[in-house]
């Protein structure tokens, strides 16, 4: 059996230096010109020939006709300015806090030692690499370009950075077993009133009175609609309205966010949010509309394939460095691959609090333990090809 955490070590200088190239120049949603340059041409330097899927995303396959596993990583940067001071620091206005540059890197790790060693791997591997994944659309719009077909993909596995908490020591891998990561819907709520002189409020009808009930009755979802075992979120995160401070407002707006373990539960608070919003506003002679704006189901780990892979990578660490974890908060995009084909997320963990590493993800000052990069490479790897010689 090959030794992909031998041949990943052997390139490890260059999978930092292509992570820290990454680094210095993010981009975000699918405007990433720069970003698929670069993939492409390291492609093209280990021998694979890259195709553009969809708006900004790039496919590859090695191997042979047979069985197809897909390997996923994002690319996309964020909008916020980096906080690190790191020699290698974005130069830009956003940053690779969600440690997209990382997954980009070890993927093109993986592509290049599973080239090297391509008569041995007994079906195909598909390299996905993803735009758009903190808009969470960049997945579905490589699946509507064709991503899981030509050939089929029979599994799909993705990895993402873990670091900054108690688990997420340096080459590690934590995962969740069957319900990994919550749904997450953006709801933005308009509420129309009648503009009236504040010396008249009888004349008017106030979007602003209407949007703050809105707030409370949106509260009582949580308090008094969802059992107490459960797990959901639904918080107002944004609200404005007005003119001017001597009149009534007759227009106002509340921007929602809706987490929730399960599909069901997700559709549940989605028709709460819009029944108790339109159904306030009615109450006091207004009008609201509701617009679903961005959403994404929770994500789902095969359990099964879950736990092939979970096993292929106590292979390379050590099943002692393996951590089984409860669903956690976030959303991820990979949840549209994982809806259409068995799909697991496993975390690698970059840094824990006991190594100094404080800060976790989406935070501009995150930093990351690169001595865990050709790891990942490995694991990208290892899984793929372990899994395609699974005759089971």
């Not at 992909?4 to 490890?12: K, R, V």
């Not at 990382?102 to 993927?107: G, S, V």
Request: proline share 3%.
């Amino acid at each position: 059996m090959t030794e992909y955490i031998t041949l990943a070590n052997e390139i490890n200088e260059e999978i930092i230096e292509n992570r820290r190239l990454l680094h210095r120049f993010p981009e975000t949603g699918f405007q990433l010109d720069r970003t698929v340059e670069f993939v492409e041409k390291k492609l093209k330097e280990y021998g694979i020939e890259p195709l553009r899927i969809g708006k900004a995303g790039v496919s590859a396959t090695i191997g042979k006709p047979g069985k197809t596993v897909l390997l996923r990583a994002d690319m996309d940067a964020l909008p916020m300015k980096e906080e690190t001071e790191l020699l290698f620091a974005s130069e830009n206005e956003f940053c690779h806090s969600c440690g997209h540059d990382a997954h980009t890197a070890m993927l093109l790790g993986a592509a290049r030692v599973l080239k090297e060693t391509e008569e041995e791997i007994e079906g195909t591997v598909k390299l996905m690499f993803q735009p758009a994944e903190e808009l969470l659309a960049g997945a579905q719009d490589m699946i509507e370009a064709g991503i899981l077909h030509n050939p089929e993909v029979d599994a799909a596995i993705a990895m993402h950075i873990y670091v900054g908490n108690e688990i997420s020591k340096t080459g590690t891998i934590s995962y969740a077993r069957g319900a990994a990561l919550f749904s997450g819907d953006a709801i933005k709520i308009h509420v129309k009133g009648k503009n009236a002189h504040g010396s008249t409020p009888d004349k008017g009808i106030d979007a602003i009175s209407i949007a703050a009930h809105i707030v409370i009755a949106l509260q009582q979802i949580i308090a008094r609609e969802v059992p107490t075992e459960d797990q959901a979120v639904v918080i107002v995160g944004k609200i404005s309205g007005g003119d001017t401070v001597n009149t009534l407002a007759g227009n106002a707006e509340l921007e929602v966010s809706v987490r929730a373990t399960t599909e069901e539960k997700r559709e549940y608070l989605k028709n709460r949010v819009r029944e108790i919003s339109e159904n306030v506003a009615r109450t006091y002679k207004g009008e609201a509309k509701v617009e679903f704006w961005y959403g994404m189901g929770p994500l789902y780990n095969d359990p099964e394939l879950t736990d092939q892979v979970a096993g292929y990578c106590g292979e390379i660490i050590g099943e002692e460095n393996l951590n089984i974890i409860p669903i956690a908060v976030g959303t991820e995009d990979f949840t549209s691959v994982a809806a259409e084909v068995p799909g697991v997320m496993i975390n690698l963990g970059v840094g824990s609090v006991d190594e100094g590493y404080n800060l976790s993800i989406h935070n501009p000052g995150m930093v990351l333990n690169e001595d865990a990069l050709h790891i990942g490479s490995a694991l990208y790897a290892h899984c793929a090809t372990r899994y395609l010689s699974n005759k089971g």
